[in-house]
Structure formats: structure tokens, C-alpha cells
């Protein structure tokens, strides 16, 4: 049984309500948690509400908060085979694409623990004559974290580490659908020895926990990464009492190929841009802007290798992806391919369930391409979330810019090309919070990482993912207090 932690003690949902946790590649039960809801949030909020304001956390010197994150790094890299395979059970994942997040993820409390004690704050030039001023920074307070089912520990550690590092209290809500991992480093984290009420944990849903955590008076910042219909739904649930807000939402983000990229790579890169975790991951290439003169050659090529990506059960290691991670999420995507043929784009490959007997009690989906797409149709603006590529021309460099940048959303991007000055334009007028040249994906703890437009708000890793945990306080000395006499 999988349980909470909130202050410092493990304990089952007040309501005594649990979850049977699936595994996505063949719908067996892998785990049982509890399942709190608002009054579970309430006394999670409650303890980190104290700890903060009366515990020892926030004024413990950065550089003893930094040893506590690095022991929770170095717990994870002892424990990594374990996540891994949790991470797997839950998303069914490969167990190497796990392994891969579980190394990252330790870069990430490494990073953090690095960083706690570097900011000294700074003085700053008064114009005032016989006065100083300085800036410091100091930590917001008790925050909330809600975080998606398809990276569950990564984004989880996004926020962890940072807000840990930098002082604050934290009530930190998994997906309801994947808890395993989290519940797991929370465990790590009672080992590293951080204080009783300083990092909290309640399991559930989004509607009851995550709406408690983004309404209550007693949080003052609530970061969130999920879908972009939810992350709306918080910012107005936030506004009741001002709290900040941080927001890492969805992308439908372009992958630019022009004819003199390297063809090898770039469609390589392409197909790892958009089928990779079965297109679930918020900076898929979804979108392949490719120019004409190369567009037939290189979509042909593309498909061929889409066909032979291996589908399967994540701990087999001949298995290249695995499942969509419900059923409900599979129709989400079947519906999106009708839509698509509804549209007018042309069907090339996939849009099915694969036959497989071996798949058949997993939510698989075969990798799918639509070529002729146009970007007012909605398989082209709209987040599908899973294997679905759709392909666009473009004749000049003005058009593909222009094809990139035209979506509500702004998180990633990428542009192909052996010509590194027309890579450095296209990088400079894409819209978005990163952008790749000559590659698809990287993402680490020192590089910010957020999105422009509707793609979110805010940033995190790198030193701006750990000041979004940090007020800025002005302080100002009069070195020379005398009577000013403005009113006589
Ligand atoms: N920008 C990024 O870095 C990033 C990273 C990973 C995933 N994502 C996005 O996440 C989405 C997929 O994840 P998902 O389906 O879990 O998203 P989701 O929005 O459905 O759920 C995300 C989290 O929000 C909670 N939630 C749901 N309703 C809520 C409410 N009313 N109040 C508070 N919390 C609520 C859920 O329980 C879950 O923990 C995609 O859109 C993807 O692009 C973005
Ligand atoms: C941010 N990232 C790429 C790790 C996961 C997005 O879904």
C-alpha cells in the first residue's frame, strides 16, 4: 500500500479511500495507493504552513539545505535500478529510457544542491547619499507542485530540488495515475533527513488534492506542469488569494528540415522527435515543416522507419516504445486521427491499434503519420499527445519561420540545416522557450527550460528554476537617520 507522508508520518486518506495503480502494457494491478482528497490536502498544507513559518528550514544555511539535496541525489543514484522499474511499471515506458530519466534526475538534485548556497544576494548602488541598499533573495514559502503521468519523477524532481534548495515547504501531488516514483524519493527524502513538515506528499486526484492545493489561502505559489485546460483551470483557482504561479504546459512544436540538412540525421532526429515515448512527451515533433524539394524522398524514408519501431513491453529489450498511458488517453488520440482524416490530411501510415496478439491488453497505438496538412487544421494546432506526425511544405526560409511560429503554443523547436547562419536566423525568429539546431530533445538541469505563448509560464532548471522559488527583497539602510521635516 502505497502511502502519504505529511508531517514527517506515512498514513493512509482520512476517507480510508485507495487507487489500484495499472500497468499500462497489459492493465495488471502493480500497486494500491491511497487516494486523499481536500481535507488530506488541508493537513499536508497545514504542516508545511508551520514548517515554514516556524521550523528551522528556511533559515538553515543554503549550504546545509545543499548537503540534504545532494544526499537525496546520491539515494537515487543507489536506488535507480528500483526507480527505474517503477517509473516503467507505472508509465510502461522502456526500462532504459527510465534508467535514462533516473541519471537525469539526479543531475537535477546534484545541480540544485549545487546552486543553494551561491546567491549571496548583492549590494546595489543607492543614488541616496548616506545610505545602502541590497537585494536579497529569500524563499516563497509553502508550494504546492502538481505534476503530469508521462515524465512522473522528472517533473516532480523539477520542482523538488529547486524548492527545497532555495528554503521553502512543499506539498508535492503526483498524477493520481502514476504516484510510484514520487512516493519512492519521498522516501529518500525522510532518509536524507530533511525535517518533519518541510517536504509533503498527497496522493489523488486533480479535482479534489490539486484544486485544494492551487485554492488554499496557506499556499503561496503553485507550480504546475500538465495539460493546458487544467494549467487555465489553476490560474484562476490561484487568483483567490494572488499566489504565484508557474506553469509548464503543453507544445505542438515544430521540426523544421531544410533540403540541405543532413539526411541521415535529420530524419534520424525526426523520427526520434516524434515517436519517441509514443509521442507523449510535451516537446514531441509533432509537427515536420519540411521543405518541398527534399519532402518526398525524406517522408518516404521516415515511414519506413515509423513501421519498424518496435512496440512492446517495456522491460523486453528488444521493445523501442511502449503503450499510451489509458484507455481514455488511446481514444483521445484515435479521436484526433479521425478528426485529421475528417480534415483532409492524408493518412499515410498508422492510425490503428497494432494486431499483435502480444499488445493486445496494452493501450497501444501504431506510429502514425499525416502528410498534406495545412496549419488550420486542428491535427496541426491541437497537442495530440501520442504517435501522431503531421508533415508540412514549405518553398523559403520566410514560410518555414512563419509555419513554425503559427501555434498557440511556444515550448520547443527545432531546425535542420548544414547552413549554420540560416540556422542561427530561424533559432532567432522561432517563438519559443527552446530551440535545437541539428537536434531534437536535450534537455538538462543547467539549461532553463519553460515556453513562450500558452506554453506555460515561468522557468525551470537552470538558475531561473530556482530563483521561480525565490521573492526578491529590496533592503534599504539609512546610514545617517535624521528628521526630514516634509511636514513643518
Ligand atoms: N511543459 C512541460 O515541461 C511539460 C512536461 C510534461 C508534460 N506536460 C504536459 O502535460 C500534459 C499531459 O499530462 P496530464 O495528462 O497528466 O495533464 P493534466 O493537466 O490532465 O494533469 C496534470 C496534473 O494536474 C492534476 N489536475 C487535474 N485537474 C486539476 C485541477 N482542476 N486542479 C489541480 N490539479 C489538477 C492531475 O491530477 C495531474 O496531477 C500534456 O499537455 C503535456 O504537454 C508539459
Ligand atoms: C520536459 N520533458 C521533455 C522532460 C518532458 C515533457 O513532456
Redesign the pocket.
Known sequence: MKQMFINGEWVDARSGETREIINPYNQEVVATAAEGNAEDAKRAIAAAREAFDHGEWQHTPGAERGQKVLRIAELIERDREELAKLETFDTGKTVEESRVDMDDIAGVFRYFAGIADKDGGEVIESPIPDSQSKVVREPVGVCGQ??????PLL?AAWKIAPALAAGNTIVM????ITPLTTVKVTELIEEAGVPAGVANLVLG???T???E??ESGDVDLIS????????K??MQ?ASGNVKKIAL????KNPNVVFADADFETAVDQALNAAFFHAG????AGSRLIIEDSIHDEFVEELTARAKRIKLGDGFKEDTQSGPL?SAE?RGKVENYVEIGKEEGANLLIGGARPEDEELQNGFFYLPTIFTECTSDMRIVQE?V?GPVLTVERFETEEEAVKLANDSIYG?AGAVFTTDIDKAERAAAKMRMGTVWINDFHPYFAQAP???YKQ??IGR?LGKPGLEEYTETKHIYRNLKPEPIHWFK
Open positions: 502538481i505534476t503530469p503521468w508521462n515524465y517533473q501531488k503526483p498524477s493520481e486526484a486533480g479535482a488534492v490539486g484544486n492545493l492551487a504546475f506542469t500538465g495539460g493546458i485546460d487544467t494549467g483551470k489553476i483557482t509548464e504546459l503543453g507544445g507523449q512527451v510535451c516537446s498511458i488517453h497537442e499527445f515550448l527550460w519553460g515556453g506554453s506555460g525551470e
